[in-house]
């Protein structure tokens, strides 16, 4: 049955007043990660005290403390999210607890704890995401956020890229807060403005829209009774993202991303979808005359391109250095290079060197699992919006793990976050697809708890 054939009415107020908190925080989550820089940190914390950082970190702690105190119970919630977080915790700690710390500087240990503190936010989102969000409505008011998240993002590349007006230089200046890294959002890439958005990188914000453009599709979608400009105005914007981040990285997500995502739509979505995408690139072509011709260019002449040629040749030194660590690696977060010409560009390369064999194999199914798993709930389900949301998690969820041999995309944390996101959402509709097809879109009952 057609998705726009569906009718789909209003929450009422019962619902809305049975809606969890889970997804009040993780909005505000999602707004800190889109709107203020992750390179405005606290002095005293470092790099890891970023405005999403500190509130990932302090979901992390609530969530420990519900559990702690009994007003959780791990019992009543069953996904598959929880045993490869466990998994990848599993590994870090075993690198972390044989890292030799007698040849490691302080620097690097300081790198090995913050390491641990980014996979604590990521842990605190997604199981904050997959246990206590309670329905599609819950799930849906997520991915809103998400999408309009993306698009505020999108719409300061805007301004930079064609007008060369950098707003996110006045989100960086919170009260209490530093500028960790000075770079800057707007570089020349061939003959073309290249831009971050609110990112701290070009890359980071063109990779992070490529893995949301699924979900922006899926929210236009589903968003039946709302106008078309909210529908389609954040996939629009997030497009934009794409486009202006000039970035190889971000067109490789959007293919794999997309191609996924097409492949598992109903016939007549997919039909309309490829009747759009031309629309898409003459509209890109004609508001940025040169875009697609210059990202042409650079896959055309990639093997002659410096750039490529500086994600490759350090294969070698990665080599040399797993040999001396092979099983558990040199700790997590613990390699920092002597110049910026062995930075891996390649974020398994840099797996292999801090965590082994057991931790770049733990963590690549860290990456590819959730995408996996949405495909195979997929199937459970006959909710045809529910089948169209695990579609889109599962194309955001492959494009990371695909966009992570080009970049080393752990190091960012906006693509962090989305993921951690992504992989928490993957979860709780896990949780949903077992339901009945009506009770999927009702609450789940959760009874009030008694500290234990």
Not at 372 to 389: E, F, K, N, Q, S
Request: overall charge positive.
């Amino acid at each position: 049955m057609a998705l726009a054939a569906l009718s789909r009415p209003r929450a009422t107020a019962e619902e809305r007043s049975s809606r969890s908190d889970g997804v009040l925080l993780l909005q505000v989550f999602v707004v800190l990660v889109f709107v203020f820089p992750s390179n405005t940190v606290i002095k005293a914390v470092g790099a890891a005290g970023y405005p999403a950082g500190l509130f990932g970190a302090l979901l992390f702690a609530l969530f420990c403390l519900s559990v702690l105190f009994g007003f959780h119970e791990l019992g009543r919630h069953r996904h598959p999210i929880r045993g490869v977080l466990a998994l990848v915790w599993i590994a870090l700690l075993a690198s972390y607890i044989f890292m030799d710390r007698g040849r490691l500087s302080g620097i690097q240990l300081a790198s090995a704890d913050r390491m641990l503190i980014r996979f604590a936010v990521i842990t605190g989102v997604a199981l904050v995401a997959a246990e206590w969000l309670r329905s599609l409505d819950d799930v849906m008011r997520v991915v809103r956020a998400l999408c309009w998240g993306m698009a505020f993002c999108g719409l300061v590349a805007v301004f930079q890229y064609w007008f060369n007006l950098d707003f996110a230089e006045y989100l960086r200046q919170i009260p209490g807060f530093v500028l960790n890294s000075d770079n800057p959002a707007i570089t020349a890439r061939g003959s073309l403005n290249r831009v971050a958005g609110t990112a701290t990188s070009s890359i980071e914000m063109g990779v992070t829209a490529g893995m949301l453009i699924p979900l922006a599709v899926c929210l236009a979608l589903y968003d039946r009774d709302k106008s078309l400009f909210r529908r389609w105005a954040p996939l629009m914007m997030i497009t934009v993202g794409v486009a202006t981040s000039v970035s190889r990285s971000a067109v490789v997500t959007v293919v794999v991303a997309f191609v996924t995502f097409l492949v598992m739509l109903p016939p007549t979505q997919r039909l309309a979808a490829l009747c759009g995408l031309p629309i898409a690139v003459g509209g890109i072509f004609m508001s940025a005359h040169g875009l697609i011709g210059t990202l042409a260019s650079f896959f055309a002449g990639a093997s002659n391109d410096p750039s490529v040629q500086y994600r490759t040749h350090d294969y070698p030194v990665a080599e040399q250095l797993w040999q001396a660590a092979p099983w558990v690696g040199h700790g997590p977060g613990t390699y920092i290079p002597s110049n910026s010409l062995n930075i891996f560009d390649n974020q398994y390369l840099s797996w292999v060197v801090e965590l082994g064999l057991v931790g770049v194999v733990t963590l690549t199914a860290f990456l590819v699992v959730p995408g996996v798993v949405a495909i195979a709930a997929r199937r459970a389900t006959v909710d045809p919006d529910l089948r169209l949301l695990f579609a889109a998690l599962a194309a955001a969820a492959f494009g990371a793990a695909t966009c992570s041999f080009t970049f080393d995309s752990f190091s960012f944390p906006m693509v962090v976050n989305v993921y951690a996101l992504v992989i928490g959402l993957t979860g709780v509709c896990c949780r949903l697809a077992v339901l009945e097809p009506d009770r999927a879109r009702a609450p789940i009952p959760i009874p009030a708890l008694a500290p234990t």
